[in-house]
């Protein structure tokens, strides 16, 4: 069974520090993994994704995530937040490509 | 290039009535995947189809819900007598395809917000 959990519904950042978005996986063989971001009121836009190639991975905006084996986690991180990021995220599994499972999300709010 | 599109974007329903929501893949996807988000509750998979098919609807209500993609037009989910519980946005995504490990990521409609009165 896969699922995909998403530590802390929350994240407040002040403007310019550091964005770090937390997600742990479990899945019986190694998966595919994505980060999606939803705007208020749209539908999700994929940030980046790793299949099995470089275990850091680079996406839009200036996100990356870093797949780590040993730790099952595939944590979102963007070294300086700006106001414009402020919205849902959401971690994503899959394994075949038949199943997509999605965390509960995470609401990031960016304070000036 | 159209994205996937999804209407009606808002829908209000009385308890009882029917809701349809409709779904036209990305052109060229002919995979359509159906969720429900709920407040505070992230996104929950109902049914996965392909053309003419239901590859996977686990996550589907057994009663009330169904969804189809015929071989022309869009894909619809279908809820009959709907309640209040069924308040929620609908989102729609589509892939081009999914098979073993070559899997590409999805691609979201910007959802059908549905209200029961």
């Known amino acids: 069974a896969q699922s995909v959990t998403q530590l802390g519904s929350h994240v407040s950042v002040s403007e310019g520090a550091l964005v770090l978005l937390r997600c742990n996986y479990s899945?019986?063989?190694?998966?595919?993994l994505f980060w999606y971001v939803q705007y208020p009121n749209q539908g999700l836009q994929l940030l980046l994704k790793?299949?099995?190639?470089?275990?850091l991975v680079k996406g839009i905006n200036g996100f990356e995530a870093e797949f780590k084996k040993s730790e099952t986690s595939f944590h979102l991180t963007k070294p300086s937040a700006h106001m414009s990021d402020a919205a849902e995220y959401f971690c994503?599994?899959?394994?075949?490509?038949?199943?997509?499972?999605f965390g509960t999300g995470t609401s990031l709010t960016v304070i000036p | 290039n159209a994205g996937v599109m999804q209407n009606p974007r808002h829908l209000v329903r009385r308890r009882g009535q029917e809701a349809r929501l409709r779904c036209s893949p990305m052109?060229?996807?002919?995979?359509v995947y159906w969720y429900r988000q709920l407040p505070e509750e992230g996104l929950k998979f109902m049914v996965y189809?392909?053309?003419?098919?239901?590859?996977?609807e686990s996550g589907m209500p057994k009663e009330r819900f169904s969804a189809e993609f015929p071989k022309e037009g869009p894909s619809i989910l279908r809820i009959q007598q709907v309640v209040r519980g069924d308040s929620a946005a609908y989102f729609c995504?589509?892939?081009?395809?999914?098979?073993?490990?070559?899997?590409?990521?999805?691609?979201f409609g910007e959802g059908s917000r549905l209200t029961v009165l």
């Open positions: 995504a589509s892939s081009p395809r999914a098979s073993g490990r070559s899997t590409g990521e999805l691609f």
């Open positions: 899945s019986s063989v190694p998966p595919y």
């Open positions: 790793y299949t099995s190639a470089a275990t």
């Open positions: 994503a599994v899959s394994h075949t490509g038949n199943q997509f499972y």
């Open positions: 052109k060229g996807h002919s995979h």
């Open positions: 189809l392909q053309k003419e098919n239901i590859i996977d």
